[in-house]
């Protein structure tokens, strides 16, 4: 039994590529170069159960095709981790938009034609941004659960990168929820979405510390170089740990009581001030390099809209890990890369 990871080497995927290789999957990884796939497969110590195959493109029609004619008989599971998450353009659709909802559908039509009597169970990466609508953020009595969409439409995706983001991840599940409707007379598969608010966490390996890191991982990180004066009071937000949401990704196909599910991911709410009281308190040396924050933290006093995640905390059966804990890891990866711990 092998499973399918699209996008391997990215900040989530890595991951799940490492806690499934602990429980002894038969990894199979896309990557966009041979060059990445030689350089993940170096770090996971050329690791035998991990196999990796070149998909330079999700996003054009038959992308998974050669993978699957190579390894369908044996690909039991599918994570499609693969989308593009970035505020880096102007051209929303061709960056954002397209490559998201092409790149799902493109994954499970090449299961419908190689794998649809092989197939078993298919998890798919989505967002919080598919849940949550941003209207109603600052409405503390607003409660939002997995079974809320985010409203935005097409026409609404193409103000600015942001609302890009919301609706490529909205719009490339509600793709998957209707290709599973559509086909599901000819398709195996069972299918759970994963539904994590920003990703905070170290990187799966401390040789990926680069001076700029993905777009979660990237906060702490600016957060950490930028001076007393820079004004971080857009800063808010709900999070999780990555590893937390690679264990709700292996136990979204390992339980039977995930089957149909959105598993929304949320440890709780922050804003600057939380960011700023943690890393004073634990790096005693960052005292007086990081942004002045006034007013209170958000994690205990919950002024925002409330994820309410009480159906997923159930199916998944363990406990978020805690601000402090994502922070200080991730903190520590970094200034230790730096040399400065």
């Known amino acids: 039994m092998s499973v399918l990871v699209t996008g391997c080497t990215g900040f989530i995927a890595q991951h ?18 041979e060059e990445k796939g030689d350089k993940l497969k170096s770090q996971f110590h050329n690791n035998p159960l991990l196999v990796t195959e070149v998909v330079k493109d999700i996003a054009v029609s038959h992308a998974f095709d050669a993978l699957f004619e ?61 849940v949550k609508d941003t209207s109603k953020f600052a409405e503390k009595d607003f409660v939002y659960t997995e079974d809320s969409w985010n409203p935005v439409t097409w026409e609404g995706s193409q103000i600015n990168p942001q ?81 937390d949401v690679s264990r709700a990704h292996l136990l979204a196909f390992q339980k039977d009581e995930a089957i149909g599910q959105r598993l929304g991911l949320s440890s709780g709410q922050f804003n600057a001030k ?14 007086g390099t990081l942004p002045k924050c006034a007013g209170e933290g958000a994690y205990q006093t919950n002024p925002y809209a409330r994820f309410d995640i009480s159906k997923t905390k159930k199916i998944l059966g363990f406990e ?10 991730t903190a520590a990866q970094i200034l230790k890369a730096e040399g400065k711990l």
């Open 163 to 243: 609302d890009a983001y919301r609706g490529s991840k909205k719009f490339a599940e509600k793709a998957a929820w209707d290709f599973l409707d559509e086909n599901k007379n000819t398709v195996k598969f069972k299918m759970t979405t994963v539904n994590p608010a920003l990703i905070f966490g170290p990187q799966t390996f401390a040789a990926n510390i680069t001076e700029s890191l993905n777009t979660s991982a990237e906060v702490i990180n600016a957060f950490l170089h930028s001076g007393p004066e820079t004004d971080v009071s857009g800063l808010k937000n709900d999070f999780v740990d990555v590893r």
């Open 70 to 130: 190579k390894h369908g008989k044996e690909i039991k599971v599918v994570l499609h981790t693969a989308s593009p998450f970035h505020f880096k353009t102007t051209e929303y659709e061709k960056d954002l938009l397209i490559p998201a909802i092409h790149g799902t559908k493109s994954v499970l039509e090449s299961i419908k034609k190689y794998g649809a009597q092989t197939v078993e169970r298919v998890v798919i990466t989505s967002s919080i941004a598919a």
């Open 16 to 33: 799940i590529v490492h806690d499934l290789l602990e429980q002894n999957y038969k990894v199979i990884g896309t990557v966009r170069s």
């Open 274 to 287: 939380d960011l700023a009281d943690i890393l004073n308190r634990k790096f005693p040396q960052l005292q």
């Open 320 to 329: 978020l890990k805690t601000l402090e804990e994502t922070v200080c890891d």
